[in-house]
């Protein structure tokens, strides 16, 4: 990559494909989960070395409880699993883990892990890594809007209520808005991910299925982007 390519300052990521890409190698359906989590963590590592400071992951949806009992528990229990795990790793990699979404729905045991964990790693240099969790657009915008209902008398107008102001109450603040967002498996949609925060993102859809999503992948599209004519209004 050229020194000169223009770098990100925050990438999301909607990691599709897990089930089909284990279905493809005759694996259990639910075995590609464990396989997407590896490719996450080799994602961050690949964010780091690329110098991007801020990277946000669609872990879990609130469209994911419609699934089967069976795979949501294996998602609930991968993602406490996972974050066990990795936890060490990411502390001693300067990580700073952030949660995005209703987490109110997990259990307390997982809610007090995904605690620990931001508080753990909060004074470490990043790359900022933000899980978004339990986590939909308009569930976000809602809470966002239930959040100053209750802050009103403290609002001398509604011209007090800015983009600003606003953006203060979502769930992923203080997260800068993502310059990138990057969908895997050819779904060119975007599923209720990051609504407000992504208006100005540039999108990128790649067929590759999220377990085979290799660093040389999302390098390219680094480059690319940095070739990209971002006229913002204008």
Known sequence: MSTETKIPNCVGIIMDGNRRWAIGKGMPAL???????????????????????????????????????????????????????????????????????DLSRFSPDLQEKLKNAEEKTSKNKGPHVYFALNYGGRQEIIYAVKKIIQEHKALATTEDITEEYFSQHLQTYPMPDPDIIIRTSGEMRLSGFLPWQGVYSELFFTKTLWPDFSKEEFTRIIEEFGNRERRIGK
């Open 31 to 101: 075995k590609g989960h464990h396989a997407g989590g590896e490719t996450l963590k080799k994602t961050v590592q690949s964010a780091r070395d690329l110098g991007i400071k801020h990277i946000i992951f669609y872990t879990f949806s609130t469209e994911n409880w419609k699934r089967s009992e069976e795979e949501v528990s294996y998602l609930i229990n991968l993602i406490g699993e996972s974050l066990q795990n990795e936890l060490e790793y990411f502390n001693k990699e300067g990580g700073v883990l952030h949660y995005a979404g």
